[in-house]
């Protein structure tokens, strides 16, 4: 499995995530990126099988907030 870590605290809302993997990255009610299907929280985890687009969401982050490992 390949584990997705959002880092809320670091999140500017942007948008760059979810606009280029909205499988996984959502905006939330903060205006921040939220996890898709994850409770918002202030660091969310989501394991999926397959990366997808989550790794070209985490390099194309301005401040990277997003770890996919």
Do not use: R
Not at 12 to 25: Q, R, V
Not at 32 to 59: D, R, Y
């Amino acid at each position: 499995m390949i584990k997705i870590t959002l880092d809320k605290s670091k999140c500017i809302g942007c948008g760059t995530c979810w606009a280029l993997c909205e499988k996984y990255f959502q905006e939330g009610q903060d205006n921040k990126s939220h996890l898709a299907g994850v409770k918002e929280q202030a660091q969310e985890e989501l394991e999926v099988a397959e990366i997808g687009c989550a790794e070209n969401a985490a390099t194309a982050c301005p401040v990277q907030c997003i770890t996919v490992k």
